[in-house]
């Protein structure tokens, strides 16, 4: 079915078939008879030889709990970039394993906390889907409004993470 399909396409359309996909906007896929792993070492290499951080100290957290920036940039915000790069050092072998199946289920996950932000008592809203034994989305927003409740919290969660099912 899916030479045919090629076949089709190369008929149709200037192209030619370069087997399996290796690299894909910045994403390393790793095509196996067991599943497909992917991955961003690559990406994160060029990254890290950018900023001449090939060589630095690893962290375990990309950013210390409960930094938030959005504007005025400074010196601090130069260390917690810093910080992400030394993250991603240590981890630009991660990825997502995706096994192969034939029962492959989706599953979707979503919660809340309830007036997390000590700035404006807002609730803060996550979400994760996966098909088979891998993550495909994943989200984590704060909510737009005050919850009154932390059931109307997690009915605001709900809410959004149906959303995003139907939009992904």
């Known amino acids: 079915m899916i030479q ?3 076949e089709d396409m190369m008929k149709t359309f200037e192209m030619s078939d370069l087997g399996l996909m290796h690299f ?3 994403i390393e896929i790793n095509q196996e008879k067991e599943g497909i792993f992917i991955c961003q070492r690559k990406y994160t290499e060029t990254l890290l030889k ?3 951080m090939e060589s630095c100290k ?3 957290t990309p950013l210390v709990t409960g930094e938030k920036f959005m504007q005025s940039p400074s010196q601090v915000h130069y260390a917690a970039a810093k ?4 993250y991603l050092r240590g981890t630009k072998d991660f990825g997502i394993w995706y096994k192969s199946t034939n029962d492959a289920k989706l599953v ?3 919660d809340s906390d309830w007036a997390g932000s ?3 008592m807002k609730s803060t809203s ?3 889907f996966s098909l088979g034994s891998g993550i495909f989305t994943w989200a984590s927003k704060k909510q737009a409004t005050v919850a009154q409740s932390s059931a109307e919290a997690e009915y605001i969660a709900a809410a959004a993470t149906s959303k995003s099912c139907y939009l992904a």
């Open 4 to 6: 045919v399909f090629k």
């Open 24 to 26: 894909f906007l910045g």
């Open 50 to 52: 950018k900023f001449k």
């Open 58 to 60: 690893t962290v375990t």
């Open 83 to 86: 910080r992400i790069l030394r």
């Open 108 to 110: 979707g996950y979503t």
């Open 118 to 120: 000590v700035d404006d």
């Open 126 to 128: 996550g979400y994760t």
